[in-house]
Nanobody, 125 residues
């Protein structure tokens, strides 16, 4: 079992930055791929970024060059540095963990077994 807790959300003006963190409890954090998804009001939840246990990263086209995902296996944490934020980045951001001991497409929700409660990010124009 893995429990995930997000932090770092808030209100920021367009062009600003925020850093989201995800703290994981449970064993074998380094065997999990970690991902961020987001859900805006009235929209489906969508992939944002993912990082595998071997530090391979994936990004949605909409956040490339602006967001950076990272992980610290010694601290069981993952982060998402978000720069040049836009109003369309406003959403609830969810942290997720999926088994990385076999290949999966970690851009898909179905690859993840555990989810956090979410943290709100609001970008004002």
């Amino acid at each position: 079992q893995v429990q995930l807790v997000e932090s770092g959300g808030g209100l920021v003006q367009a062009g600003g930055s925020l850093r989201l963190s995800c703290a994981a409890s449970g064993r074998a954090f380094n065997t999990y791929a970690m991902g961020w998804f987001r859900q805006a009001p009235g929209k489906e939840r969508e992939f944002v970024a993912a990082i595998r246990s071997g530090y391979i990263t994936y990004y949605a086209d909409s956040v490339k060059e602006r967001f950076t995902i990272s992980r610290d296996n010694a601290k069981n944490t993952m982060s998402l540095q978000m720069n040049s934020l836009k109003p369309e980045d406003t959403a609830v951001y969810y942290c997720a963990a999926g088994d990385d001991r076999f290949y999966q497409d970690f851009r898909l929700e179905s690859a993840y077994n555990y989810w956090g409660q979410g943290t709100q990010v609001t970008v004002s124009s």
